[in-house]
């Protein structure tokens, strides 16, 4: 991994295309495909993935990120563990395959993250798990994942009738399979040429985005959603430190960022500085 900032003046990105291609039955969502591409003809491509969920733990899409550059395509975030086939399709979708990654990367060990994670590395012994020194403990299953905590805690306040629910989500924590990070990555660190690690934390402590300035091009995780027509704190209740959140909402702010691809969301554009202060003014006070 090289230095990003002697990277940075080479690199030259514009869109290729944008195609979302939707099918639904019987009022159900069975299968979507979005592909945003963003290509520099010698360094780098990004390709961002649909994958839909209706499970326990609510119903949408998630937006794993592949980006590859010189033979390397490194999967950012992977889904839940049921959405483990529906991962495959979509990257067969872009004329991908597992066996084509070299490496993965855990922006934090939530569920919805990292959740086929070891079932991948399994089985691609090869794969190169990344995350960050602070996530890496809790990944790899060394500690109690502290999603898992927050929830065992919540349980003695939780109205009755959420307790099923609750405890099926606690479930579902505790059989996560948990994957030992072959490397850790540290604030400002090149993943690839171009690619930049920026911490993020709030959502969880060693949470991770990552930033192509270049193309100025936000790969945000979970540090930012799209909900609702704007940008947005994931599960602001669920969030483990707010003020950690907002902090770091503020310095992805200060960057200068024309796109965003929302774990939860999807590729945003317009005006997003000026979205970001918006977000930033809403939990000011």
């Known amino acids: 991994m090289g230095d990003c900032q002697a990277k940075r003046a080479g690199l030259r990105f514009r869109p290729l295309r944008s195609q979302v291609i939707t099918l639904e039955r019987d009022n159900r969502l069975v299968y979507v495909k979005e592909l945003t591409n963003y290509y520099n003809k010698n ?5 961002v993935l649909a994958i839909p969920f209706d499970n326990e733990h609510g119903r949408g899409v998630l937006h794993p990120t592949v980006l590859s550059s010189a033979g390397e395509y490194i999967l950012v975030d992977c889904g839940y563990p049921e959405t483990f086939s529906l991962l495959e399709a979509a990257l ?12 993965m990367l855990i922006t934090h060990h939530d569920i919805d993250h990292m959740g086929p994670a070891a079932k991948l590395k399994a089985a691609y012994p090869g794969l190169t798990v990344y995350s960050s020194a602070i996530e890496a403990p809790y990944i790899s299953g060394r500690k109690k994942s502290l999603r898992l905590l927050q929830a065992e805690a919540s349980l003695a306040s939780l109205p009755h009738g959420y307790l099923p629910w609750a405890h099926q989500f606690i479930a579902s924590l505790e059989a996560l399979e948990p994957v030992v990070p072959d490397r850790v990555l540290v604030p400002r ?8 690690v920026v911490a993020t934390p709030g959502h969880t402590p060693g949470h991770i985005s990552l930033y192509l300035p270049s193309a100025k091009l936000l790969v945000a995780a979970d540090a930012i ?3 609702n027509g704007q940008f947005d704190i994931a599960n602001p209740q669920y969030t483990l430190d707010m003020a950690q959140a907002i902090h770091s909402i503020r310095h992805l702010a200060s960057l200068e960022i024309d796109t965003i691809i929302c774990y939860h969301g999807g590729v945003q554009s317009g005006d997003v500085g000026k979205k970001l202060g918006d977000l930033i003014s809403r939990y000011a006070g």
């Open 43 to 47: 360094i780098m491509q990004v390709e």
């Open 92 to 103: 067969q979708g872009v004329g991908l395959s597992f066996r084509d990654l070299t490496g």
């Open 189 to 196: 660190q090149c993943l690839l040429d171009g690619v930049e």
């Open 225 to 227: 959603v799209y909900e």
